[in-house]
């Protein structure tokens, strides 16, 4: 028994050496769409919430489907201007709702207030829209990666369909994100 287990290891490492896992490994860092791999999920409170390091958040900043539009909101619970804009934003979602249009939402709360504040506050307020959180404590090493007039100052808002793209550094109200969608859409 003990020969079968060491042969079954030996061919499973070989595999992986000189077979399709490297392979694996490499399309693993290269997403196609924005399904990357997160560092850790907040799992209570009944949610489900994605932790990126700025790395595996870097997809969602690049249209895997040219034809639709992507709406990227940063905001966090302790930012009163971005919970002020939300509810903008799921009304904007309806308007807009048989449109190809993807809104995601990325917390920029501590980790510490994952599962109590955040948590809390998802569950509560949002409904399926998608929100993920970033863990990049470094903000001066990716702020610039999103766009390079953002100061690290929050709410922000990116707008991007295929090479098109739009950069907000304010809190949006509802009229304001309807104009600035449509000329995506139409």
């Known amino acids: 028994?003990?020969?079968?287990?060491?042969?079954?290891?030996?061919?499973?490492?070989?595999?992986?050496?000189?077979?399709?896992?490297?392979?694996?490994?490499?399309?693993?860092?290269?997403?196609?769409?924005?399904?990357?791999?997160?560092?850790?999920?907040?799992?209570?409170?009944?949610?489900?919430?994605?932790?990126?390091?700025?790395?595996?958040?870097?997809?969602?900043?690049?249209?895997?489907?040219?034809?639709?539009?992507?709406?990227?909101?940063?905001?966090?619970?302790?930012?009163?201007?971005?919970?002020?804009?939300?509810?903008?934003?799921?009304?904007?979602?309806?308007?807009?709702?048989?449109?190809?249009?993807?809104?995601?939402?990325?917390?920029?709360d501590l980790k510490k207030d994952y599962e109590t504040k955040l948590a809390k506050f998802v569950k509560e307020r949002f409904d399926n829209h998608t929100v993920v959180a970033l863990n990049a404590p470094n903000a001066n090493a990716w702020i610039e990666q999103v766009d390079k007039n953002w100061d690290g100052a929050i709410p922000v808002t990116l707008f991007y369909k295929g090479a098109k793209r739009s950069f907000y550094a304010t809190e949006l109200e509802e009229a304001q994100l309807i104009k600035i969608i449509e000329p995506f859409i139409l």
């Open 1 to 108: 028994m003990k020969n079968i287990v060491q042969i079954f290891i030996f061919c499973l490492l070989f595999f992986c050496l000189f077979g399709n896992c490297n392979n694996a490994k490499e399309t693993s860092k290269m997403p196609q769409t924005h399904e990357t791999i997160a560092k850790e999920f907040i799992q209570t409170q009944g949610v489900n919430i994605p932790v990126y390091d700025f790395e595996g958040f870097a997809p969602y900043l690049q249209a895997p489907n040219e034809d639709t539009l992507y709406i990227i909101n940063f905001w966090a619970t302790w930012c009163a201007p971005c919970v002020a804009e939300l509810p903008h934003f799921f009304n904007a979602a309806k308007v807009f709702a048989n449109q190809p249009l993807k809104m995601i939402f990325v917390s920029l």
